[in-house]
Each structure stands twice: as structure tokens, then as C-alpha cells.
């Protein structure tokens, strides 16, 4: 009898340990479960319209951005957009999607503000064109707040940039990744 109680004991136990190590957030459609990593900068506020997951909290965002003309932008304007592709200990610590996936990239809401603090004037100025290759560079910065929803069956995230933390390497111009819708 005391054996049983012990393994139920250690199984309970066990059980809220893993728990403990994730929280999940399940879409209102269904689609999908957001699982935030214990230890994540950032905490969950609030799911809007077409399940997008708010989170709010600041931290160091660091890993490699791209700055140009929106991929899917078809009209004859320049859109800026800026990509950034997350180191991985950073995207491990992010809410992600349970069936999508982790945060290969994250749409930087206010991208104009990015690149004035982080693109050299010279390089912003070339990439900042119709057509133009892409500013791309290394770079920490400061973001508040964290987003996560789902467009074209495909995982989208995305933050607010604040400053930079750590001034990165200098822009070079270069091809952007094929990034998904």
C-alpha cells in the first residue's frame, strides 16, 4: 500500500513538474495550442480577433535582420518591412505554436523605426527602393511585447521594436530569405 501511494505520489509530482515547464494557450477556432516555455520574457494578455495571441513584456531581442521592400508587396510602391530571424536560445524562450512551430522569424511592427536607429543612412537609403536588395546585419535590440497568430495555415509572430541594446555589424545589402506569407 505504501509503495502504490508513493508512485502516485511520484507520478503526481512528475506530472506537475512538466506541466509546470509550459503553459498552453489553445486557439478559439481549435487550429492550434501556443505553448509559452517557462522562463519566457514574456506573459500572455490577451487573444484578439482572427486568433491573434498578445503577450506583453521586454526583452532583448538578437539574431539577424532583413529590411526592405514587403515580399508579397505587388503594387508599385516601396513597403518597407523588416524580417528578423531570431537567435535560436531566443526563439526557444518565445511562445510557439505546438503543431506550427517556433518563431524562425518575426515581423518587426514599426519597421521605419528600426531601420533609422539601425541601418546606416548610406545602406538605408539604397535599400529602401522598389526592387532594392535587402539591409541585412546583426543586431540586439530592445522590443516590448510579442504577438503570434496564423496566416496562410502558416505561424506569423511579431514585436515592437524599442532601441538597440547592442549595435550589430554594419548593414551590407544582400537577397532577403524566402520568408512564409
Known amino acids: 500500500m505504501k509503495l502504490r501511494m508513493g508512485i502516485l505520489v511520484a507520478a ?14 489553445p486557439l478559439a477556432d481549435g487550429a492550434d495550442t501556443v505553448l509559452v516555455p517557462a522562463g ?34 505587388d503594387g508599385p510602391d516601396f513597403r518597407p518591412e523588416v524580417m528578423f530571424v531570431p537567435d535560436p536560445d ?43 536588395p535587402h539591409a541585412t546585419g546583426r543586431v540586439s535590440v530592445w522590443v516590448d511585447g510579442f504577438a503570434a497568430s496564423i496566416q496562410c495555415d502558416t505561424p506569423n509572430y511579431a514585436a515592437h521594436f524599442v532601441s538597440v541594446y547592442k549595435p550589430g555589424q554594419v548593414a551590407s545589402l544582400g537577397k532577403s530569405p524566402d520568408f512564409p506569407c
Request: one cysteine or more.
Open 12 to 25: 503526481l509530482l512528475c506530472r506537475s513538474t512538466i506541466a509546470g515547464t509550459l503553459t498552453s494557450i
Open 40 to 73: 519566457s520574457p514574456v506573459r500572455f494578455d490577451a487573444q484578439q480577433e482572427h486568433d491573434e495571441l498578445r503577450f506583453s513584456g521586454r526583452f532583448v531581442l538578437s539574431g539577424t535582420y532583413y529590411y526592405g521592400d514587403g515580399e508579397f508587396n
Open 90 to 132: 531566443i526563439a526557444a524562450r518565445l511562445p510557439y505554436f505546438q503543431v506550427r512551430g517556433h518563431a524562425d522569424a518575426i515581423y518587426i511592427e514599426n519597421g521605419r523605426e528600426f531601420a533609422r536607429a539601425v541601418i546606416p543612412a548610406g545602406t538605408l537609403a539604397r535599400a529602401s527602393r522598389k526592387g532594392a
